[in-house]
């Protein structure tokens, strides 16, 4: 290939990745139109595993309290009796009814789940993570949305308060780029799954094999969007983004939940387009952007030049879409997005360079082969 040819492959793919930064924002930035509240508190049944004390903070389970003496069915659920997160919760709500006990598939979140999806009784069943600042009125905004043609909600979390720059760096990866790219894909009708709170009517929760439909690929939320897909319904992520306060993080944590996403996603049938993201992010079109200018003979300012505006014009698309979605972006804000777009290229070798997927002292990497890697069980 002449030179000129990759100059022009270098100006051409800064330009695509750029306008793909740019259109994932101008898509995602601004929710969509909210229909009328239909579900009473009384009609939820919201289902919320714990481990450890840490998920059972007295926010959090605060939380789960009010919702409860508004009128939701609350189900705790806890994997083994001797875990810190039962005398946790008591602490804070001491009446708490837990459901205790574990079953033995390949994934230990839905070991502890099921008994739970098994219990819930109301209209609406919500699946929540641990730590979400729940609201009864984000339960029912969210929940909106379903309907004879749409089975499955997601409530994606927004990341908020994070106090230390670690936690700065884990909130710019939920809501800069994780939740930018779902909604865009949302926005376009691509079928998308991330954590947060899962919402779906209870009858389709039947029909999907309850629990089983959660556990037919290596990610629970990836299986239970497939499953209600196969039933000929839509799946849409809500018009609310529950806020979690991340408070400190370490950077280790940070750094090992990434590369267990990553692996996890690369385990999917979208693993072509998990590939792809470091490709088309700031580093690489970046890199790609200052080789054509330098090919084309521009001088070292004028290089350095061409990578600041890069960088400015992709923090600005950010700053866009988080001021759409009312997410803060200030100067700290805009420092953990260029971090993380620097370190894509190590976060996706060092995901591709091993196969163990930690899931809180368990490989779920090593429990899905043996299950049987990309032979998903069909529900029933």
């Known amino acids: ?126 699946l929540c993570d641990a730590g979400i600042a729940l609201h009864m009125d984000d339960l029912r905004r969210a929940a909106a949305a379903l309907s004879d043609e749409v089975g499955l909600v997601l409530a994606l979390k927004a990341a908020d308060a994070p106090e230390n720059f670690a936690a700065e760096l884990e909130r710019a990866y939920i809501d800069g780029h994780q939740a930018r790219f779902l909604f865009a894909a949302d926005r376009l009708g691509i079928a998308v799954a991330s954590g947060g709170v899962t919402l779906l009517a209870y009858d389709t929760l039947q029909r999907i094999g309850n629990w089983r439909g959660f556990n037919r690929w290596i990610a629970d939320d990836y299986s239970v969007a497939r499953a209600v897909r196969e039933l000929g319904l839509a799946t849409r992520l809500g018009a609310v983004m529950p806020r979690l306060p991340l408070g400190r993080r370490r950077w280790r944590d940070v750094w090992l939940r990434q590369v267990r996403w990553a692996r996890t996603r690369l385990r999917l049938p979208v693993w072509p387009l998990v590939l792809w993201e470091p490709a088309i992010g700031g580093a690489v079109s970046g890199v790609a952007g200052a080789a054509a200018l330098a090919g ?3 001088g070292a300012a004028a290089v350095a030049l061409g990578l600041l505006v890069h960088i400015g014009l992709w923090l600005a698309a950010e700053k866009w879409f988080m001021a759409g979605r009312g997410l803060s972006f200030g100067p700290r804000a805009a420092t953990a997005a260029f971090v993380r ?40």
């Not at 605060?62 to 008591?90: F, K, N, P």
Request: net charge positive.
């Open 296 to 298: 084309l003979g521009a």
């Open 341 to 380: 777009e620097a370190l894509a290229p190590f976060l996706m070798t060092q995901a591709l360079a091993g196969r163990t997927i930690d899931w809180r002292g368990t490989d779920l990497g090593g429990q899905w082969r043996q299950k049987g890697d990309g032979m998903p069980e069909k529900s029933v």
């Open 1 to 126: 290939m002449t030179g000129s040819a990759l100059v022009w492959l270098g100006l051409g793919w800064w330009a695509a990745s750029t306008a793909i930064q740019w259109a994932s924002a101008a898509l995602a930035r601004q929710p969509g139109v909210l229909p009328g509240l239909r579900h009473r508190p009384e009609d939820f049944s919201i289902v919320a595993p714990l481990k450890g004390a840490a998920d059972a903070s007295p926010a959090y389970i605060a939380r789960l309290r009010a919702l409860s003496q508004a009128g939701a069915e609350v189900l705790i659920c806890v994997a083994s009796a001797d875990d810190a997160a039962i005398a946790a919760t008591h602490a804070t709500w001491p009446g708490a009814l837990l459901l205790v006990g574990a079953d033995t598939t390949f994934n230990p979140k839905m070991n502890n789940v099921r008994k739970g999806l098994e219990a819930a009784s109301r209209p609406v069943v919500a």
